[in-house]
């Protein structure tokens, strides 16, 4: 009775004399070995050359600034309520008359630190967010560190500089997980 | 002896052992960039352009290791052991000849040069005892470290290199009775047409020696001494800095000399198909000679070179033998086969000289 379709018949056929020889044997193995001396590498080789990353990556967080440079984020503590793994902690202060120009709500966070050891870059600070303050980077990846303090990023760190944002302008609010599915509704590829 | 002779002889000395070591050296980097490119990696490449440099940044890691010697061990055997290894595989490669004669008579030199140590008229016995020699290394480095593996290592290194010696030997009596010499150059000069090569008329006598060229060097498939997944390194494994540095360093020079040994008296040594039309067109006289000794010995080192590609070559290719399989190899399979070749030899000589 076969149970099976994929079971092989063992032979136990004593070897030829080609066989015995293993010269013939040798001589296929040392044709495959040369096959793959000349075959192209697939190594990327990481700090001169990068992997390009998804669209919908999640590397690391940038706090947003307005279309006028004003920051984005008016300390509500959402994010840091959502974040699975406590890694946000933020202090938040009120803007004072003549701070128009540089907060766009009238409070704001003094202190806003995410300690990226703890992160696990989830993103649901980003869709916690009810501002749309702050993003995980789809194209910068968290760096390594050499000492603890490093690894606790404040807002010095943090903050989107300002002359990047001229050039690149806010999504609208859009989270990633949004973005990807209009990406895949606009391709019709869902 | 005129002192210019000798002058010329101690350069050329020199030169060859200075080659014989820049070799052993980059054979370090070879192996690894051959072994990488066979797995479909890239191997060193962050130390200099190509990580040509790697081979310095190791042997100046080497240097820097903390050079320890265990509590249990026999201190004087511990450092001769490396030292023996070192000294046999460097002083193999003076009876190799590197290529044909200079004409040196504009130095004031009559007699011609031969890019050679010393033409001793029994080399190729001097290379053998030599290399049975390399064996007391391994030997007394596995026995002096007072480690079970590594005494398990030299063990199956002496009776491994002693069992495939004598495979090695008959083989070469095969050539050696075709050529009545056992100088190295006289067999090298008497394979002066591509198809005079012994290659084309002891085939498998080169097989036979191949195989034993791998054993004795200690190379995959023959590595049993110093595998690592069975024996923690073998005979080594006690060994630190560059003591460790010289036993690797002596398998490389074995390489070296016997990829020499094996171009020298089955490919023909320094001769290169179409000598004798190239030694038409180059100038008349000592000019046009030296040329064409200088190209011999290029195509001499072409050859070593392709052969330590080999040897590299086919360690990324072959599994471990298992050591019975070893021991059946060479005491059932290659010996007798050595034997009837020889006896095949003896009969072809015989009928062809009637």
Same mark, same amino acid.
């Given at each position: 009775m076969q149970l099976t379709t994929r079971s092989k018949r063992v032979s136990n056929k004593k070897l030829s004399l080609g066989e015995r020889l293993y010269l013939p044997a040798i001589v296929g193995g040392l044709g495959i070995t040369i096959r793959h001396f000349f075959k192209k590498k697939v190594t990327i080789q990481y700090p001169e050359e990068q992997r390009s990353m998804s669209e919908v990556f999640r590397g690391l967080h940038v706090l947003k600034r307005d279309e006028v440079g004003?920051?984005? #984020?008016? *300390?509500?503590g959402l994010c840091a309520v959502a974040c699975p793994a406590e890694a946000i902690t933020m202090v938040a202060a009120e803007r004072q008359p003549g701070e128009e120009h540089l907060y766009r709500e009238e409070k704001y966070a003094a202190v806003y630190e995410i300690n990226m050891l703890r #992160?696990?870059?989830?993103g649901l600070c980003e869709e916690a967010c009810p501002k749309s303050a702050i993003y995980l980077q789809s194209d910068k990846l968290a760096p390594a560190f050499?000492?603890? *303090?490093?690894?606790?990023?404040?807002k010095d760190r943090l903050l989107q500089s300002m002359d990047s944002i001229k050039t690149t302008s806010l999504k609208?609010?859009?989270t990633n997980s949004d973005r990807y599915v209009d990406k895949v509704w606009k391709d019709g590829k869902y | 002896m005129d002192i210019y002779f000798f002058l010329a002889k101690a350069v050329i000395i020199l030169v060859i052992f200075g080659i014989t070591l820049l070799v052993a050296t980059y054979s370090t980097y070879a192996e690894r960039k051959v072994a990488a490119f066979m797995q479909d990696r890239l191997g060193p490449?962050?130390?200099?352009p190509w990580g040509l440099l790697q081979p310095i940044a190791d042997a100046g890691k080497m240097f820097f290791k903390e050079d320890f010697i265990p509590a249990n061990a026999s201190k004087w055997l511990f450092i001769a052991g490396p030292s023996l290894a070192m000294l046999t595989a460097c002083l193999t490669?003076?009876?190799?000849?590197?290529g044909g004669t200079l004409d040196l008579t504009f130095l004031g030199i009559d007699q011609p040069v031969q890019l050679q140590g010393i033409d001793v008229n029994i080399g190729i016995l001097y290379v053998f005892g030599l290399v049975s020699l390399g064996v007391y290394g391994v030997m007394i480095g596995g026995w002096a470290s007072n480690n079970k593996f590594s005494l398990l290592g030299a063990i199956r290194a002496a009776s491994q290199n002693i069992s495939y010696e004598l495979a090695m030997s008959l083989s070469i009596i095969a050539i050696i009775m075709m050529t009545?010499?056992?100088?190295i150059s006289q067999i090298v000069a008497d394979q002066d047409s591509f198809f005079k090569w012994n290659i084309w008329r002891q085939p498998v006598g080169f097989i036979i020696f191949i195989t034993c060229a791998f054993a004795e060097c200690n190379r995959?498939?023959?590595?049993l001494p110093e595998c690592e997944t069975e024996?923690?390194?073998?005979?080594?494994?006690e060994y630190s800095s560059m003591k460790l540095g010289f036993y690797l360093f002596a398998e490389y020079i074995n390489m070296f000399v016997s990829s020499a040994v094996i171009s020298a008296l089955y490919?023909?040594?320094?001769h290169f198909p179409g000598e004798s039309l190239l030694a038409g067109v180059l100038p008349e006289g000592a000019l046009g000679h030296n040329l064409l000794t200088m190209i011999g010995a290029g195509v001499f080192f072409f050859k070593i070179l392709f052969f330590i590609f080999f040897f590299m070559w086919v360690r990324w290719t072959i599994a471990r033998f298992r050591y019975d399989q070893l021991m059946n190899l060479g005491w059932k399979s290659l010996i007798p086969l050595s034997i009837a070749n020889i006896l095949v030899t003896g009969v072809v000589i015989l009928l062809l000289n009637n």
């Amino acid at each position: 009775m076969q149970l099976t379709t994929r079971s092989k018949r063992v032979s136990n056929k004593k070897l030829s004399l080609g066989e015995r020889l293993y010269l013939p044997a040798i001589v296929g193995g040392l044709g495959i070995t040369i096959r793959h001396f000349f075959k192209k590498k697939v190594t990327i080789q990481y700090p001169e050359e990068q992997r390009s990353m998804s669209e919908v990556f999640r590397g690391l967080h940038v706090l947003k600034r307005d279309e006028v440079g004003r920051e984005r #984020c008016t *300390a509500c503590g959402l994010c840091a309520v959502a974040c699975p793994a406590e890694a946000i902690t933020m202090v938040a202060a009120e803007r004072q008359p003549g701070e128009e120009h540089l907060y766009r709500e009238e409070k704001y966070a003094a202190v806003y630190e995410i300690n990226m050891l703890r #992160c696990i870059f989830c993103g649901l600070c980003e869709e916690a967010c009810p501002k749309s303050a702050i993003y995980l980077q789809s194209d910068k990846l968290a760096p390594a560190f050499y000492s603890r *303090a490093d690894i606790i990023y404040g807002k010095d760190r943090l903050l989107q500089s300002m002359d990047s944002i001229k050039t690149t302008s806010l999504k609208s609010g859009l989270t990633n997980s949004d973005r990807y599915v209009d990406k895949v509704w606009k391709d019709g590829k869902y | 002896m005129d002192i210019y002779f000798f002058l010329a002889k101690a350069v050329i000395i020199l030169v060859i052992f200075g080659i014989t070591l820049l070799v052993a050296t980059y054979s370090t980097y070879a192996e690894r960039k051959v072994a990488a490119f066979m797995q479909d990696r890239l191997g060193p490449n962050r130390a200099g352009p190509w990580g040509l440099l790697q081979p310095i940044a190791d042997a100046g890691k080497m240097f820097f290791k903390e050079d320890f010697i265990p509590a249990n061990a026999s201190k004087w055997l511990f450092i001769a052991g490396p030292s023996l290894a070192m000294l046999t595989a460097c002083l193999t490669s003076c009876v190799i000849p590197f290529g044909g004669t200079l004409d040196l008579t504009f130095l004031g030199i009559d007699q011609p040069v031969q890019l050679q140590g010393i033409d001793v008229n029994i080399g190729i016995l001097y290379v053998f005892g030599l290399v049975s020699l390399g064996v007391y290394g391994v030997m007394i480095g596995g026995w002096a470290s007072n480690n079970k593996f590594s005494l398990l290592g030299a063990i199956r290194a002496a009776s491994q290199n002693i069992s495939y010696e004598l495979a090695m030997s008959l083989s070469i009596i095969a050539i050696i009775m075709m050529t009545g010499s056992l100088s190295i150059s006289q067999i090298v000069a008497d394979q002066d047409s591509f198809f005079k090569w012994n290659i084309w008329r002891q085939p498998v006598g080169f097989i036979i020696f191949i195989t034993c060229a791998f054993a004795e060097c200690n190379r995959t498939p023959f590595d049993l001494p110093e595998c690592e997944t069975e024996l923690i390194g073998g005979y080594h494994t006690e060994y630190s800095s560059m003591k460790l540095g010289f036993y690797l360093f002596a398998e490389y020079i074995n390489m070296f000399v016997s990829s020499a040994v094996i171009s020298a008296l089955y490919f023909g040594g320094y001769h290169f198909p179409g000598e004798s039309l190239l030694a038409g067109v180059l100038p008349e006289g000592a000019l046009g000679h030296n040329l064409l000794t200088m190209i011999g010995a290029g195509v001499f080192f072409f050859k070593i070179l392709f052969f330590i590609f080999f040897f590299m070559w086919v360690r990324w290719t072959i599994a471990r033998f298992r050591y019975d399989q070893l021991m059946n190899l060479g005491w059932k399979s290659l010996i007798p086969l050595s034997i009837a070749n020889i006896l095949v030899t003896g009969v072809v000589i015989l009928l062809l000289n009637n």
